[in-house]
């Protein structure tokens, strides 16, 4: 059976649609046994840098794709090819099966206000509680048990494929992405800091909002109704809170599979980007 591959990329990358067209031109050439296009492929290969991934991976993924990530950008952890001069080497290794499938979990959030639900959403990265014109109170729990006390900007709690985005810039802890578990951290917390903490994937991590700074100096574009902080996954999706409301997150039933070609290839990044030495 042939293969289905897509390319994904941004309007605004201006080297993607050229390199999108010599690559697919050199599939098309030496790989009979793949197929451009079509709505739910095997494969989606994503041009440009983790933004661009993982919004590929937001759509494709969830659908069943296998992601490859071609970087274009600056950082490229979730990229499978980090230079161009890899590229046509990664496709023609795809096409002939010499790739292992990475599977990554998400993680889901659910906004409960007055009892009832009021929002929904997956994340591959992260989840993030934040205060957007002042300070916000929230309760960390686990299991029913009160962790928590963060006074300050909000929390995160971030899968390990996350652990090197917005986690990592709050000086949370790095995690390699074949583990399973969620990673809680503040973010700018007033208290005395308290470190991040790494949680069992099976764990219902519960935050609630327990006080608000209700200012109204910020409003949503789409509703008009005064934001005073959000419920933000993967820094896309965004949703107002209120004081009162009640987060539980929890480990999503999908899962997101991503192409490696190379053994070890996180560590490789890891030191690239850090220059372990």
Do not use: W
């Amino acid at each position: 059976m042939r293969k289905r591959l897509v390319f994904f990329y941004r309007k605004d990358t201006r080297r993607a649609p050229k390199l999108a067209a010599s690559l697919g031109a050199h599939i098309k050439k030496h790989h009979p046994n793949m197929e451009l296009g079509g709505d739910r492929p095997h494969f989606v290969v994503a041009l440009g840098g983790d933004g661009t991934i993982l919004e590929a991976a937001r759509i494709y993924g969830k659908r069943g794709a296998v992601v490859v990530g071609l970087n274009l950008g600056n950082v490229g952890f979730l990229a499978s090819a980090r230079r161009p001069r890899e590229f046509t080497k990664t496709l023609d290794a795809l096409a002939s099966g010499a790739y292992t499938v990475s599977k990554r979990m998400m993680v889901t959030g659910v906004a409960y206000r007055n009892g009832k639900q009021v929002y929904e959403t997956d994340s591959l990265n992260e989840i993030a509680l934040q205060g957007l014109s002042g300070g916000i109170k929230l309760t960390v729990s686990i299991d029913g048990h009160p962790l928590q006390y963060v006074r300050g900007n909000g929390v995160l709690v971030a899968t390990p494929t996350g652990s090197t985005a917005y986690n990592l810039s709050a000086h949370g802890p790095i995690v390699t992405p074949d583990i399973q578990c969620f990673i809680i951290t503040e973010l700018l917390d007033h208290h005395i800091p308290t470190p991040s903490i790494v949680v069992k994937r099976t764990k219902t991590i519960e935050i609630l909002v327990t006080e608000l700074r209700q200012k109204g100096l910020l409003t949503a574009t789409a509703t008009g109704e005064a934001v005073d902080a959000v419920l933000t996954s993967d820094d896309t999706n965004i949703f107002p809170l209120r004081e009162g409301d009640r987060i539980v997150v929890s480990k999503s039933k999908k899962l997101i599979k991503f192409a490696e070609f190379t053994p070890g290839y996180f560590f490789t990044s890891l030191q690239e980007k850090f220059a372990f030495r």
